[in-house]
């Protein structure tokens, strides 16, 4: 157990960094050019590790499983062991229960923890894209708030003074579209109502109908527009970040495919461990590693099925039942030909 637990600990945090760093990269584009503050970009990290542990678990696992066991083989440990009278049943019972514990963590992270943390996921970026800053703009590049409703463009900004020159908004409200443009743009915090206000100097204002030719055009000296919308934001419904509870009640192909992928991750866990013993077989003279490549492929083709056969449910393509289960039959089924017979399909390979 601990030869299993040691190697899953040190790849998964290796993993777990690497994956950080790539998710750190795709949101410092967002933060520098001020779509996202950088608290937000912590968050967002530290919420798609979480989500992504319900994978990186399993994997580390998986292969850690079979190189734990490949270097007792290797060492001529496990022929020592079988000549004393361990049963290859014996060695399986420690993969067995380790396997049994991270399941649970598993499971816990894939019914509960994923989907909060989508939902903190998606309600973050919505909170920063809806409540814009104009301190975070940078000279000359044009920004969506709202999901597009709004586009804010300055020609240079004082990040000093939080003031704008040359500022251009276009907003898109039901049947009306609205132009602004001004000289000069600060921003400030309304007094009355604590929230943060943009307000143009030596400007004009466009309104148009979007469905006749009526519309306006206002000069003004000085208008102020509010940037934050209403504190409660409507958010669309994502399968990803519903609880599990509310998908186990639906009749909907894309939340049963999206329940059944959350049951199968503590299973798959269980089977890919288990399977990592009869894939760690191999002679001394062959190493540690010589199964690895073999492992690495089987969960690749496991994994890829089981994401397809996920979408295939959604779209309507495959039934719910017996819905993504049957991958699981196959992988249990791989498992079992591979405990049952190993001597001759290792004698084979060894020819």
Same mark, same amino acid.
């Given at each position: ?35 996202? $503050? ?10 798609? !590790? ?17 190189? /734990? ?18 049963? $290859? ?11 049994? =514990?991270?399941?649970?963590?598993? /499971? %816990? ?17 919505? *909170?920063?894209?809806? *409540? ?13 708030? #709202?999901?597009?409703?709004? &586009?804010?463009?300055?020609? +240079?900004?004082? *990040?000093?003074?939080?003031? =704008? ?29 604590? +929230?943060?206000? !943009?307000?143009?100097?030596?400007? *004009? ?7 006749? #030719? ?8 000085? %208008? ?5 919308? +209403? ?7 994502? &399968?990803?970040? =519903?609880?599990?509870?509310?998908? =186990?009640? %639906?009749d909907n192909s894309a939340d049963i495919a999206e329940f059944q992928w959350r049951l199968s991750t503590p299973l798959a866990t269980l089977l890919l461990a288990m399977l990592g013993v009869p894939l760690s077989r191999s002679s001394p003279r062959r190493g540690k590693y010589a199964k690895v490549t073999t492992a690495v492929v089987i969960f690749a083709v496991y994994y890829n099925l089981s994401a397809l056969t996920k979408k295939w449910i959604e779209k309507g393509v495959l039934?719910? !039942? $017996? ?18 017979? $190993? ?9």
């Amino acid at each position: 157990m601990r030869e299993i637990i040691k190697p899953t600990v040190a790849v998964c945090g290796i993993l777990v960094f690497i994956f950080g760093c790539y998710m750190a990269t795709r949101f410092l584009a967002d933060a520098l050019v001020g779509e996202l $503050p950088g608290t937000t970009i912590i968050k967002l990290i530290l919420l798609r !590790i979480a989500i992504a542990l319900e994978v990186l678990l399993p994997t580390t696992l998986y292969l850690s499983v079979v190189v /734990a066991l490949g270097r007792l083989y290797k060492d001529s440990e496990m022929t020592a062991l079988f000549a004393c009278g361990v049963t $290859p049943a014996r060695v399986m019972r420690p993969v067995f229960y380790t396997a049994l =514990a991270i399941a649970a963590i598993v /499971a %816990s992270l894939s019914l509960f923890i994923r989907p909060w943390a989508y939902d903190r996921y998606y309600k973050l970026k919505a *909170h920063a894209e809806a *409540h814009f800053d104009l301190t975070r703009m940078n000279d000359g590049t044009f920004y969506e708030t #709202e999901g597009g409703a709004r &586009v804010i463009y300055a020609e +240079k900004v004082d *990040h000093n003074q939080d003031e =704008a020159e040359r500022v251009f908004i276009r907003t898109k409200r039901d049947d009306t579209l609205q132009v602004i443009y001004a000289r000069q743009a600060s921003q400030t915090m309304d007094r009355a109502t604590g +929230k943060q206000i !943009i307000v143009f100097t030596d400007g *004009h204002l466009y309104e148009f109908s979007r469905t006749g #030719e009526e519309g306006r055009v206002i000069q003004f000296g000085q %208008s102020a527009m509010p940037l934050e919308p +209403k504190d409660n934001l409507r958010l669309k419904y994502r &399968v990803k970040s =519903a609880s599990s509870a509310s998908l =186990a009640r %639906s009749d909907n192909s894309a939340d049963i495919a999206e329940f059944q992928w959350r049951l199968s991750t503590p299973l798959a866990t269980l089977l890919l461990a288990m399977l990592g013993v009869p894939l760690s077989r191999s002679s001394p003279r062959r190493g540690k590693y010589a199964k690895v490549t073999t492992a690495v492929v089987i969960f690749a083709v496991y994994y890829n099925l089981s994401a397809l056969t996920k979408k295939w449910i959604e779209k309507g393509v495959l039934d719910t !039942i $017996p819905g993504i289960w049957w991958i699981q039959l196959l992988l249990a089924g791989l498992l079992l030909v591979l405990l049952w017979r $190993p001597p001759m399909l290792f004698l084979r390979r060894g020819r």
